[in-house]
């Protein structure tokens, strides 16, 4: 189990870098953090002509706040996510989502914008940008443009980006005013991949009805799955706890094909997904009733 | 064949110079190359935590690395514990405490509990098992190891000098 031959190029801008995607375009694949791109080379299951290696593009780590929001490049470590006080104190539910993501040797090297790119249907990542709104950036032959989290997905390992472009930043914004949130996966071990999992946001009105709620699942198909038909079960209703699991039996209908695996069966995911909304859904009213 | 790349790098506070393969592994690289075969190679998923060492002082997975991507980096593995003959204080905890029976996943632990210690000198047992989470042994069921590694932050912090006994990084 070692990798294939490739060539090797270290660019040290990003320009540099979308000038050799464009060249070698279907034979280069960009190297972030190597923690999921290394496993699939170590078993040949892909075989790049060029590896891109992100790593000496300095203007690429960043961290920085924005109207509220928070930017980040896409070369950014999870653990520089993970200890940023910024973070844990005007994003809590990215700092949640952070500390769910594999371990803390995994995290060291992991970038941010590695996962939001790769699409692993079972990451944390992609599923906290489609339940937040984030806006995704990518730079291309082209020029610049970005992408709604949204339309950012569109299949097993596979988003919006046209092959030459490189996901350059993610722009989180600040979750409202009276907003709760939660973020919940359930795994063999600590650590592993998710089999299913649940980042929700709920906000309450000032008469105690939730006025706005966001559902999104991981883990539970090919790309992450926002639940509106649960999202509307709960919207404009008094919080309680035969709301929660209802919309969770909503979330278990609307599931169209979850992935039966070696990890889980579609029927245990479907299970997980209405469980874990449910309890996610509990957890973020009542953190909504916290910070109101 | 793709021609070798020069890299230049520190290992234990040694610099080396080498002519390495793109694809070739830090991993193999630290073993091979290097003759440094204390890094033990695993499962080479970043599942197993075998491989582990430091890189400018952050545990990561030498098996999920590229020996090109270390080039003016500054690296530590379980050689660079000890100091003249000496075992560093988490070596001698581990013995003292039976925190090993094959010893393979051991230099993996060691790194990663190196990181914890040096970040967290006094760990409560939920920082313990967090930190070691990504570190898998077959042998020991874990227990010995949780003792060694709070007597290794007992060890230090008696030395009150927490990269006491090691290659400083």
């Not at chain 1, 104190?89 to 995994?106: D, E, M, N, W």
């Amino acid at each position: 189990m070692k990798p294939p031959r490739f060539e090797y190029a270290a660019p040290t801008t990003v320009a540099e870098a979308v000038s050799l995607l464009q060249q070698h375009e279907s034979e280069a694949k960009i190297l972030a953090g190597g923690q999921s791109l290394m496993p699939l080379l170590n078993m040949r299951l892909t075989r790049p002509g060029l590896l891109i290696d992100l790593g000496r593009v300095a203007e690429l780590r960043y961290l920085r706040e924005t109207d509220g929001g928070l930017a980040i490049g896409a070369m950014t470590t999870k653990r520089t996510v993970e200890d940023s006080a910024m973070v844990k104190s005007r994003q809590p539910l990215l700092h949640a989502a952070t500390l769910l993501i594999g371990h803390a040797q995994i995290r060291n090297r992991g970038t941010v914008g590695g996962s939001l790119a790769h699409a692993d249907p079972a990451a944390e990542y992609p599923a906290l940008a489609v339940a937040v709104d984030a806006q995704l950036r990518v730079v291309g032959p082209k020029g610049e443009r970005t992408i709604a989290a949204a339309e950012f997905y569109v299949s097993y390992l596979t988003t919006a980006q046209e092959p030459t472009e490189i996901l350059t930043e993610v722009r989180f914004p600040a979750l409202a005013n009276d907003t709760g949130w939660s973020c919940a996966e359930v795994a063999r071990r600590h650590g592993d991949f998710a089999m299913t999992g649940a980042v929700v946001t709920v906000q309450l009105g000032s008469d105690g009805r939730c006025a706005q709620s966001r559902i999104v699942l991981f883990g539970g198909g090919p790309t992450p799955l926002r639940a509106q038909a649960a999202e509307q079960v709960v919207i404009g209703q008094t919080p309680s706890e035969q709301l929660w699991a209802q919309a969770g039996q909503r979330v278990s209908e609307v599931i169209e094909e979850p992935l039966s695996d070696v990890h889980a069966s579609a029927e245990y995911r479907r299970y997980l997904a209405q469980v874990l909304t449910r309890r996610a859904l509990a957890e973020a009213a009542a953190r909504a009733r916290g910070a109101a | 064949m793709t021609p070798p790349r020069p890299i230049r790098l520190t290992v234990n506070g040694v610099s080396y110079e080498a002519a390495v393969e793109p694809r070739t592994t830090l991993v193999d690289f630290l073993r091979q190359e290097l003759g440094l075969t204390g890094t033990h190679v695993g499962c080479e998923q970043g599942a197993c935590g075998a491989c582990t060492i430091l890189l400018n002082g952050q545990a990561v997975r030498s098996c999920l690395m590229l020996a090109v991507q270390a080039d003016g980096a500054e690296v530590m593995t379980v050689e660079g514990l000890s100091r003249d003959g000496q075992l560093h204080p988490l070596q001698q905890a581990f013995m003292e405490e039976h925190g090993l029976q094959c010893g393979f996943c051991t230099p993996g632990f060691l790194m990663s509990a190196y990181e914890l210690l040096r970040q967290h000198p006094q760990p409560t047992d939920d920082e313990i098992k967090e930190a070691l989470g990504g570190n898998l042994c077959r042998c020991t069921g874990y227990m010995a190891i949780l003792k060694s590694v709070r007597l290794a932050a007992t060890k230090l912090s008696a030395a009150h000098d927490p990269g006491a006994g090691g290659t400083k990084t």
